[in-house]
């Protein structure tokens, strides 16, 4: 049975900084890409970023970009997304997801079809 559980969100101030962990389990890990989602309440899952099964290909949203930085150790079946400089647009609950369609890479735009093996999520808030 595959569970994935993220944790590492919290409440922060604007210009603070948070990192979010996904560790998984009862998956082979590294045969997937991963990405993180969110969601605002009254709004749509969107897409932050994706990294492909070993790390050598990352995607960004436009709306994080130079701030966010995701990561993963597949030794410790292990995603990761440092977020810096934050600001209360970035107020969400924070999904991981492992890509299932694309061989261990992914497609961009993220569309939310394309990931399984959702977790529960952790929230982000930030006050400004």
């Known amino acids: 049975q595959v569970q994935v559980v993220e944790s590492g969100g919290g409440l922060v101030q604007a210009g603070g900084s948070l990192r979010l962990s996904c560790t998984a389990s009862g998956l082979t890990f590294d045969d997937y890409a991963m990405g993180w989602f969110r969601q605002a309440p009254g709004k749509e899952r969107e897409g932050v970023s994706c990294?492909?099964?070993?790390?050598?290909?990352?995607h960004y949203a436009d709306s994080v970009k130079g701030r966010f930085t995701i990561s993963r150790d597949n030794a410790k079946n292990t995603l990761y997304l440092e977020m810096n400089s934050l600001k209360p647009e970035d107020t969400a609950m924070y999904y991981c997801a492992a890509e299932t369609n694309s061989g261990g890479y992914y497609y961009i735009p993220m569309k939310t079809g394309s990931f399984d093996y959702w977790g529960q999520g952790t929230q982000v808030t930030v006050s400004s």
């Open positions: 990294i492909s099964w070993n790390g050598g290909m990352k």
